[in-house]
């Protein structure tokens, strides 16, 4: 494969998400403890899906970032956990058991047992590949930048920034920091902030010329702080190393869940196999037909960078 490294999965707290503590119509949220042994566990993990179809439900881990995984009046909503309730139904398991916590967490509570999977839209990366394993692409989505209304510095992309002695914010945990350095913005230049509303505040305090995310989460954004006056870009892909950082997010397992993360990917495949039926499932989101990937990206690749 030539050129498509992914985005990293970033956190987006919308206002919807900070209702944190609510019952959610796919379980009611969780507290942090680890699975004992003959529960799909680490070391247990080729009973993983017997297991789960015998209990009736999927731990899942999500970060609240809208809208790709999020809390939305009592529900569990947004791309991954609607595809993941779509796929685990088809698998016979009927419920998703959510467990809220800050997304630079996902990845160390999936690894200590706390979840089953990650359904946080989260990027694959190779450095994300050397410790978890992913599904194949659930989406893919450019970067973007979110300026104040007018775009009083001209900025269309992270090199524009550069040139343009731009201050830029990026979330916490997120590639958007390597993408600005890579563009050659210099790290006093680059502003890390906790969500993605701290960001748009940021923006609109003057304390950030640039707020740079994946596109989708930019304009959703945008449509829940409909009066704030900012504005979405065009899409750009970064550059890297000279790779081009396409974007491409998916469900996340713990290593040795391959037999789990296969008969997932199974069922992925159908869906993402038809751009209307993807739409259909996850349009209200704000995905497109734009958004599926193609068969010929695969996780494979985009591991090994």
Known sequence: MTGAAPLDRRRFLGRASLLG?????????TACTRVQAGTGAPGDEGKLLAHLREQGFVRVGFAGEAPY??????ELAGEAPTLHREIFSA??????RPTLTEFGALIPGLLAGRFDVVSAGMSITPE??????????????????????????GLSDLKSCAAKGATVGVLTAAVEASY?????????????????????????AGRIDAFALTAI?????????????VEVGEAFVPVVGG?????????????GATALRDAFDRELRKITGSPERFVGLVGKYGFTAREVPPRSLRTADLCAG
Do not use: I
């Not at 503590?21 to 949220?29: D, R, Y």
């Open 128 to 153: 994300r590949c050397a410790k978890v394993v992913f599904s194949e692409p659930e989406f893919v989505s450019p970067t973007a930048l979110m300026v104040r209304r007018g775009d009083p510095k």
């Open 21 to 29: 503590g609510l019952a959610l119509a796919a379980g009611p949220l």
């Open 180 to 204: 600005a350095k890579a563009a050659g913005v210099p790290e006093g230049s680059v502003k890390t902030l906790a969500k993605q509303q701290d960001g748009l505040d940021a923006l609109l």
């Open 69 to 74: 995984g999020f809390q939305d009046g009592g």
């Open 91 to 96: 698998l016979g398991v009927r419920e998703l």
């Open 217 to 229: 989460s930019l304009r959703w954004l945008a449509r829940t702080n409909s009066g704030a006056p």
């Open 243 to 255: 790779t081009r950082q396409l974007g491409a997010g998916g469900a996340v397992f713990r290593p």
